[in-house]
């Protein structure tokens, strides 16, 4: 009985609390009577995200969907195919890794003007903010990845005379498996917050940061609280279907195990 219930517990929880939440949220703005341009209501910003629910679908779309979901793709793709190319060459691990760790390190409103100078205003100069971003987490924890087998494995793939790209494919890249869903899971938020945070150095008439840029010049905060709100849920989307398809993918591996025990 219980073990049927724990699923069902797990969802009702955080509902729970977070009814809760904004049921003294929204108690808290009518009874000290503060006013919306501080902190709107949740019942005014549910009626914003009502009323403006074209605008808030086109800036999804222009920022989640295209901005920061082409980014990471990018990103994840060019993370892999370097992090294999650096397994194959010291050379490249040596010279690649810090260099990495140094655009890490860049901060996102130090790149993120130059990039929109380079890429134009559209979605692409926010893409190339999120492929900044979420380039060297992806490769670090792929490059762990690919170094995650032991030796013994190694030299019983060796004595089988398994060709390197072979030895990649059947033995390395499952065990990389987890430490790239680590890497895609971490990065699925830093995605949202590059993408937005670029709109706010250069944009068309439309997009998240643009959008939130504006209203706050409005002082239409419940419309600034309803593009939170939507991120929020894209974020939560996103990492949720990212964490979905790590379950079905490393299904063998003793932490997906443990979750299901």
């Not at 703005?29 to 503060?34: K, L, Q, T």
């Not at 903010?129 to 060297?136: G, K, N």
């Not at 990845?145 to 030299?155: E, H, P, V």
Request: hydrophobic residues 60%; glycine residues 6%; charged residues 10%.
């Amino acid at each position: 009985m219980t073990s049927l219930n724990l699923p069902f517990a797990r969802v009702l929880t955080p509902i729970i609390f977070g009814a809760t939440l904004l049921l003294i949220w929204e108690l808290s703005c009518r009874i000290f009577a503060i006013p919306s341009v501080i902190l709107p209501p949740p019942s005014q910003i549910g009626i914003s995200v009502l009323q403006n629910a074209a605008i808030l679908w086109t800036d999804f779309v222009q920022t989640i969907l295209k901005g920061a979901l082409t980014g990471w793709l990018m990103g994840a793709v060019a993370a892999v195919m370097t992090a294999i190319a650096i397994d194959r060459s010291p050379f490249l691990q040596r010279g690649l890794l810090p260099i990495g760790n140094f655009v890490a390190a860049l901060p996102i409103v130090g790149i993120a003007p130059i990039l929109v100078m380079w890429f134009g205003f559209d979605w692409q100069s926010k893409a190339a903010v999120v492929v900044v971003m979420v380039f060297f987490p992806i490769l670090v924890n792929m490059v762990a990845g690919l170094a995650a087998t032991d030796q013994m494995q190694r030299d019983q793939m060796a004595t089988w005379a398994a060709p390197y790209w072979q030895s990649l494919w059947k033995l390395r890249m499952p065990a990389a498996m987890p430490f790239l869903f680590n890497g895609l899971k971490i990065t699925s938020t830093l995605a949202l917050i590059g993408a937005i945070v670029a709109e706010f150095f250069g944009s068309p008439t439309k997009g998240m940061g643009f959008r939130i840029s504006t209203a706050v010049g409005r002082l239409d905060l419940p419309l600034v609280w309803a593009e939170i709100l939507v991120a929020a849920i894209a974020g939560t989307l996103f990492y949720g279907i990212v964490a979905l398809l790590e379950k079905k993918v490393t299904f063998w591996h003793p932490s997906q195990r443990n979750k299901r025990a």
